[in-house]
């Protein structure tokens, strides 16, 4: 959650979304096609950047940079594109990397510091909240299938 110490991303991405939703539900313009064009192409840099950097503590503010699109408008087109928000993809590829590196014999609390979780709890948390079971749960089922 937002108590989270390296959960940078997700926090402003959580902020941005609350403010964005206030402020423009009823002041961005339709879009055009030459938008939405643009929009995807910066949508798929930043999943490009997220798919190769996923365990760094990003800002939003430097993803936005990267889109070439305000922090705000970053948030909304990712949903809209993606399904979710830029720090819940983080995290799923995140738990998709762990779960290579855990089926790799890596310990646990290591698994978390490669996958820039910032503790064995906190990756704990994440994979039973995005898969069901614990990390120590799906290292024992996958040993024995």
Sequence with gaps: GLTEPNSLLQSESLLISVVARLVTDHLVPGRSLGDVGREHAA???VKDWLDENSEQNVSIHTL???AGLSPYYLVR???RQVGIPPHKYQTIVRINRARKLLTSGMAISDVAHHTGFCDQSHLNRCFKKTLGVTPGQYVA???HV
Excluded: E, Q, T
Aim: glycine content about 8%; charged content about 35%.
């Design 77 to 79: 087109a990712f949903h």
């Design 64 to 66: 936005a940079g990267l």
């Design 43 to 45: 949508v798929r840099r």
């Design 141 to 143: 089922f996958k040993r």
